[in-house]
């Protein structure tokens, strides 16, 4: 793992995980000064008559992607929470991220809020030429983050336990399986947290993983998943988990097709396949931004701001959302299923269940 960074790894992952799309936010307000705390934090000199700016560059379109339109959802209740004006900058393509980043800057923001792997060879960039600035990265990190760089990143392992306890527990066959992209550390989180907490709810039963692919096309292959889904399912698999960003489009495809039941990750993809997918490892973007806007306006010198079940920035779809009964997931067929899910999660919390992190694994 040393000669490997943590990081290298966590970025690669995560490309996968977060999808293109398009639109854009802005409603400007007048707001009062950061407060000395903050000031203090960045070196700005913040006059009395200059609102607070918060800027959120997406690294694509917002468009219908539910994943990055929560950064935005983050950003404005931010900007509610402190009176300050709020901005939406959408890269159109790759060369245009670095300029809205810089762009944000110029305009003066305090606070420059950037979602994905995309931004990391930009922020360590940008941010040390920008040292008045803070910049806030949401899903991955840098290495060594200077003071005005914070990251906020995520427990998958703690969640995606909770989707195997989910499995097993409505497993008819006895055997689960999990479909991810790429056989590396930080995937492993989804995976390997999803065979535990199958097996902790049934010991016996059999967990099988398979890989889509070995290099970052698997992140983007629905056809190869879909192969791997009828292949796990025609060996016994009912429950399957779709760890594979746009890949799991071809997992819900297999799932209709031979009638087993699937599970999404990030955001809720029970309408993706109505009646297929079960429940979702849910990504509470929007909550992590707030939580460390927070943060940052409170002075912190925290670099690394991490997200599971305690801090509500993962879960499942019947427990974090407000109107599950809405989200066309089958988890709410079983209610029983549901009310021992949650002891688990209170479980995890309270340290009495104790996951490790894959990636640490010796």
């Not at 995560?14 to 000395?36: D, F, K, R």
């Not at 983050?74 to 402190?82: K, N, T």
């Not at 109107?323 to 002891?343: A, L, N, R, W, Y």
């Amino acid at each position: 793992m040393k000669k490997i960074s943590f990081w290298t790894l966590f970025i690669l992952a995560i490309a996968a995980l977060v999808m293109a799309a398009c639109g854009q936010a802005a409603a400007p307000t007048q707001a009062p000064a950061a407060p000395a705390a903050t000031q203090e934090a960045s070196g700005q000199e913040t006059k009395s008559d200059q609102p607070l700016k918060f800027v959120y560059v997406s690294p694509s379109p917002l468009g219908v992607n539910d994943f990055l339109i929560m950064g935005q959802t983050g950003l404005e209740q931010a900007g509610d929470q402190y009176g300050a004006q709020t901005k939406v900058l959408e890269a159109e393509d790759p060369t245009t991220r670095e300029e809205n980043v810089r762009a944000a800057v110029s305009d003066g923001a305090n606070i420059v809020i950037v979602l994905g792997f995309e931004f990391a060879d930009i922020i360590p960039k940008v941010a040390a030429e920008s040292t008045n600035t803070q910049f806030l990265i949401v899903d991955q990190c840098i290495d060594n983050p200077p003071a005005n760089v914070h990251c906020a990143v995520f427990k998958e392992y703690e969640a995606a336990f909770l989707v195997g306890a989910v499995a097993a527990s409505l497993s008819e066959t006895g055997h689960v399986g999990a479909i991810s992209a790429l056989d590396i550390p930080f995937l492993h989180r989804y995976t390997d947290g999803f065979a535990e907490g199958a097996k902790y709810v049934k010991p016996d039963i059999e967990v099988s993983t398979l890989w889509i692919g070995s290099d970052v096309t698997a992140f983007s292959d629905p056809a190869r998943a879909k192969e791997q889904a009828l292949a796990m399912a025609a060996d016994g698999a009912d429950h399957i988990f779709a760890a594979g960003a746009a890949s799991n489009l071809g997992i819900f495809e297999a799932a209709k097709e031979k009638k087993f039941f699937t599970y999404g990750v990030d955001v809720n993809q029970c309408p993706s396949a109505p009646g297929f997918v079960v429940e979702n490892l849910i990504k509470r973007v929007d909550t992590a931004i707030i939580e460390s806007v927070d943060k940052i306006m409170a002075g912190s010198k925290e670099n690394l701001l991490v997200y599971g079940l305690a801090e509500k920035g993962i879960g499942l779809v019947a427990l974090t959302t407000d109107k599950p009964e809405d989200s066309q997931c089958e988890i709410m067929k079983h209610p029983e299923v549901i009310e021992q899910v949650k002891e688990i999660q209170q479980k995890i919390i309270s340290g009495e269940i104790k996951i490790e992190d894959p990636m640490f694994k010796k």
